[in-house]
């Protein structure tokens, strides 16, 4: 018995080897890039209604950019964030996410083949404490899980087969994450602001392959830092931000063996813009510009990503 399952995870490496050669990506659904930390005074509720765009065509092996135009993905996530008080210093912060997914792959003899999936994603719950925040400056650390709320066995409609887990809406696994952040406002000069933000997620293991296999997801590391200024025009606030974000997620593993292609090292430049009309509404655009990329194997890795979003603050009588 112990031999069968020996091959038996030797086979699916081998297929998902295969698979990913053809497609390997480090797209996905966009979790904790998109959960922000913030504090939001009592009596009132944050959601925050995104629309996140990735597209991939950048194929890397380790530092190298491969000159091949044989394939290209593109991650489409409609993101919905809210964000509660309890208290002055506990609040409870959810994301909720739904994803659609294509992959591309063309032919040398002109031929293309297309996969979609799409579906409701898995969602995180983070219990927020507020350690400091005044005038200055303010902290705040978080923790909670992210909940496999996503389907992750989805099928290719031709074909029948189990989709890859990097095309599936969801993990399948039960995640821990922490994270914290820091503000320092009228930093330098009056209306810049410094913030930075760092983050772990540490995930659990998931049936795949009908149940024959274990699959799970790499830990993963983040950190970012960065300046956004405002200004007043008449009686709207506009304000301007960039922030570098480093991105560090170690190889995905099947049945305890590592998966080739996944995981990596990322640098990337965040510039954004955005618009307060009054207290209640905020809008937003960002990009995503990848600056640096050291990846294990031979992966598909953002070429650009677009995010906008409408963010309305509530606040109660």
């Known amino acids: 018995?112990?031999?069968?399952?020996?091959?038996a995870i030797i086979f699916f490496t081998m297929v998902f080897t295969r698979v990913q050669g053809q497609t390997c990506c480090s797209g996905g659904t966009p979790l904790t890039g998109n959960l922000?930390?913030?504090?939001?005074?009592?009596?009132?509720?944050?959601?925050?209604f995104s629309y996140d765009y990735n597209f991939l065509d950048a194929l890397y092996s380790g530092t190298t950019l491969l000159d091949d135009d044989t394939r290209d993905r593109v991650t489409q996530s409609l993101l919905l964030q809210a964000i509660y008080p309890i208290s002055e210093k506990f609040s409870i912060n959810g994301l909720f996410t739904y994803v659609g997914q294509q992959r591309t792959v063309f032919s040398p003899l002109g031929n293309t083949e297309?996969?979609?999936?799409?579906?409701?994603?898995d969602m995180v719950v983070l219990a927020q404490y507020?350690?400091?925040?005044?005038?200055?400056?303010?902290?705040t650390i978080a923790a909670g899980p992210k909940i496999p709320f996503?389907?992750?066995?989805?099928?290719?409609?031709?074909?029948?087969?189990?989709?890859?887990?990097?095309?599936?809406p969801g993990t399948g696994s039960w995640d821990g994450i922490i994270g914290a952040s820091y503000n320092q406002y009228h930093f330098l000069k009056p209306n810049l602001t410094f913030s930075s933000y760092v983050s772990y997620r540490t995930t659990t293991k998931a049936k795949?392959?009908?149940?024959?296999?274990?699959?799970?997801?790499?830990?993963?590391?983040m950190v970012s830092a960065g300046l956004s200024n405002?200004?007043?025009?008449?009686r709207t606030a506009i304000g301007a931000?960039?922030?570098i974000r480093y991105r560090n997620a170690v190889p995905d593993q099947i049945s305890g063996l590592k998966v080739p292609g996944t995981g990596g090292n990322w640098f990337i430049l965040i510039p954004g813009v955005y618009f307060e009309p009054n207290d209640t509404w905020t809008f937003s655009v960002s990009g995503e510009i990848p600056l640096y990329n050291n990846l294990n194997g031979t992966q598909l890795t953002t070429t650009y990503r677009l995010n906008a979003g409408i963010a309305i603050k509530l606040f109660r009588n």
């Open 114 to 121: 297309v996969t979609n999936a799409q579906g409701v994603g």
């Open 150 to 168: 996503g389907k992750f066995d989805a099928t290719d409609p031709e074909l029948g087969l189990v989709l890859n887990p990097d095309l599936q």
């Open 36 to 48: 922000g930390i913030q504090t939001i005074e009592p009596g009132s509720w944050y959601f925050n």
């Open 241 to 243: 931000s960039a922030h």
């Open 208 to 221: 795949r392959f009908e149940g024959d296999n274990d699959y799970k997801f790499g830990n993963e590391f």
């Open 1 to 7: 018995m112990k031999t069968i399952k020996f091959f």
């Open 130 to 139: 507020t350690l400091l925040s005044d005038v200055k400056r303010s902290i």
């Open 230 to 234: 405002q200004f007043l025009i008449k």
